[in-house]
């Protein structure tokens, strides 16, 4: 008898302390109760737990999403740019006649009537904003058009050369380019350089000159190189002035909109960050796994991650843990405590055990860093206690049917 009652304590204690077994994470009624802490100051929330339905979906699709239509607008730049600091620049003078002051006299014996022009080696705009032109001095050239310079040497030269003619040339517009850099070859900015006449070296590595008519965001890139990694892994992130604003290449590929036009001086980096969720718990497969692909739903993440263990998995307990904007969460929960912070925890369930839950997981998008966590099963808690429990009585009752034998 008293082994009985010994047994039967050793079975009460077990249950009692089945929270100290190993286990794969909260069960799903611990995931639901720790949404909110009882405090001294009254309940404590600490993320926000969502139901899955129709509503929420159409809800979430209209999440807001960095956009640089909305951030930079779309204006074509000026059809006319001008000349800035640092832009390299080449001026040609013609005169009427032969031996002037940019003319070379007639050669006789040569039957030659000499020429009459000459070109100034190239120069670099200082940061005067001035070139230097022979009788002329020094003449501001930056922010001002290629013809208005023209214009100005003419005259300055006007009674010291014989009606002299000027042609000036931008021959490297770094002033009116945009730097590219991160996942982009260079190749294609230096081919592009060497077919509008200057040095592959003028591009610097990773600097595309704009063209007059104006460029685009993906006009841009193709003469930057194209993309190295893919399209669905890149991200586009463009600089200017002091705003930064990061957008999917996909985006930029797929809406015509988001291809703005750029403007000199704009950064733009490329930046390839692969699409992934983490998936844990009674799974199939427990690791960080790529999309793979533009966008995935909630029943392909399930599926990539090998369903839901047939023996393990709780089908009511299918969670998705994600960081929200306020503003998506103002929108699915207007009076939640948590809207005081730019990105609020929550939590969504969804319930497989209902068949209607299956069409939400096919609508419900996921998102990049999502973690996707199925709990275990109640069963499964209990057998793990039965199993201890067989554990530890094992050698008692043996012990005990080999003492019943031998009396």
């Known amino acids: 008898m008293v082994r009985v009652g010994t047994l039967a304590a050793l079975a009460a204690s077990l249950l009692s302390g089945c929270s100290f077994l190993p286990a794969a994470g909260p069960t799903a009624s611990a995931v639901a109760d720790g949404a909110g802490i009882a405090t001294d100051q009254g309940l404590f929330a600490r993320y926000e737990i969502i139901d899955v339905d129709p509503a929420v979906v159409e809800g979430l699709r209209g999440r807001p999403l960095d956009s640089l239509l909305a951030s930079f607008g779309d204006r074509r730049p000026s059809l ?166 990061t957008v999917p290449l996909i985006t930029v590929v797929s809406n015509p909109r988001e291809n703005i036009y750029l403007r000199p001086g704009d950064t733009v980096t490329l930046v390839r960050d692969p699409q992934t969720f983490l998936a844990i718990g009674a799974l199939g497969a427990q690791a960080e796994i790529p999309f793979s692909a533009d966008g995935i739903t909630a029943a392909q993440a399930l599926s990539k991650a090998r369903g839901l263990s047939d023996f393990q998995a709780d089908p009511a307990g299918v969670f998705i843990f994600r960081f929200e904007p306020s503003t998506v969460v103002r929108r699915l929960r207007p009076a939640s405590p948590l809207l005081g912070t730019p990105q609020v925890p929550v939590v969504y369930r969804f319930n497989l055990r209902d068949p209607n839950s299956l069409f939400v997981t096919q609508a419900f998008r996921m998102r990049n860093r999502d973690l996707v966590y199925v709990s275990n099963a109640p069963f499964t808690e209990v057998q793990k206690v039965l199993g201890v429990f067989s554990t530890v009585t094992a050698p008692v009752a043996a012990g005990a049917s080999i003492y019943s034998v031998t009396r």
């Open 80 to 245: 006319q740019p001008l000349i800035g600091i640092g832009d390299a620049v080449s001026v040609t003078i013609w005169e009427a006649g032969t031996g002037g002051l940019f003319s070379g006299p007639v050669i006789a014996d040569r039957f030659s009537s000499g020429s009459k022009s000459s070109t100034i080696p190239e120069q670099i705009v200082g940061r005067d904003g001035a070139i230097s032109v022979p009788y002329a001095g020094r003449i501001q050239v930056a922010g001002k058009r290629v013809q208005d310079v023209q214009a100005q040497i003419e005259q300055e030269l006007a009674g010291k050369a014989i009606q002299p003619q000027v042609l000036v040339t931008v021959t490297s517009p770094l002033s009116s380019s945009v730097t590219v850099v991160g996942e982009a070859a260079s190749a294609g900015a230096a081919r592009l350089a060497s077919l509008r006449g200057g040095p592959a070296s003028s591009i610097g590595g990773g600097r595309v000159p704009l063209t007059e008519k104006g460029d685009r965001l993906l006009d841009v890139l193709a003469a930057a190189g194209g993309v190295s990694a893919a399209v669905n892994e890149t991200f586009v992130r463009l600089s200017r002035g002091p705003t930064t604003v």
